[in-house]
T-cell receptor, first 113, second 113 residues
Framework: AQSVTQLGSHVSVSEGALVLLRCNYS??????LFWYVQYPNQGLQLLLK??????LVKGINGFEAEFKKSETSFHLTKPSAHMRDAAEYFCAVSVPPTDKLIFGTGTRLQVFP | NAGVTQTPKFQVLKTGQSMTLQCAQD?????MYWYRQDPGMGLRLIYY???????DKGEVPNGYNVSRLNKREFSLRLESAAPSQTSVYFCASRTLPTSHEQFFGPGTRLTVL
């Protein structure tokens, strides 16, 4: 069965610092993996997705994630945090064949000036 | 295009009351999904519809019913609301067969007293 674990429910960084949000997955089949961002009182917006092409995936707003099969990880990074990055981030794995999404519990990112 | 729209945005119910949450998408997507979001639990799938005329249970279907009215619309009904159904509800849609991305609506915040 597919599952997702996000380590750290809260992450705090200073503006300009590296952002690293961790995601590990469990899947019995080659996974499709996603990172979504949720700004306060809004819906979810796709940041990036891995669908078995390149293992390093670039997304919107300067974020990227690397698929590492040996570590069953899909960590999200951004070299330099900006105040506008403060939001909640969700990692998700897709369950074939219906592509239902299994979400992690989310990581709230705070960015301090 | 409006994308995925949801009505209402906010709702307060008393225990035992019923209501229907509406969702519509204008992207000609085949699959539609209902999730609920609770603090510390991420998003959990309630029901989904892989195509017009079909619906299936997700992870937490108890207390809910759905109707896929046509290709555009997918409604979620609470027949007898309970305080445990206080949550934020998100509708999502996805096209088939090659896209694995789900597009989310803005959410409905429901409080059951």
């Amino acid at each position: 069965a597919q599952s997702v674990t996000q380590l750290g429910s809260h992450v705090s960084v200073s503006e300009g610092a590296l952002v690293l949000l961790r995601c590990n997955y469990s899947s019995s089949v080659p996974p499709y993996l996603f990172w979504y961002v949720q700004y306060p009182n809004q819906g979810l917006q796709l940041l990036l997705k891995y669908t078995s092409a390149a293992t390093l995936v670039k997304g919107i707003n300067g974020f990227e994630a690397e698929f590492k099969k040996s570590e069953t990880s899909f960590h999200l990074t951004k070299p330099s945090a900006h105040m506008r990055d403060a939001a909640e981030y969700f990692c998700a794995v897709s369950v074939p064949p219906t592509d239902k999404l299994i979400f992690g519990t989310g990581t709230r990112l705070q960015v301090f000036p | 295009n409006a994308g995925v729209t949801q009505t209402p945005k906010f709702q307060v119910l008393k225990t035992g009351q019923s209501m229907t949450l509406q969702c519509a998408q204008d992207m000609n997507h085949n699959s539609m999904y209902w999730y609920r979001q609770d603090p510390g639990m991420g998003l959990r799938l309630i029901y989904y519809s892989a195509s017009e005329g079909t619906t299936d249970k997700g992870e937490v279907p108890n207390g809910y019913n759905v109707s896929r009215l046509n290709k555009r619309e997918f409604s979620l009904r609470l027949e007898s609301a309970a305080p445990s159904q206080t949550s934020v509800y998100f509708c999502a849609s996805r096209t088939l067969p090659t896209s694995h991305e789900q597009f989310f609506g803005p959410g409905t915040r429901l409080t059951v007293l």
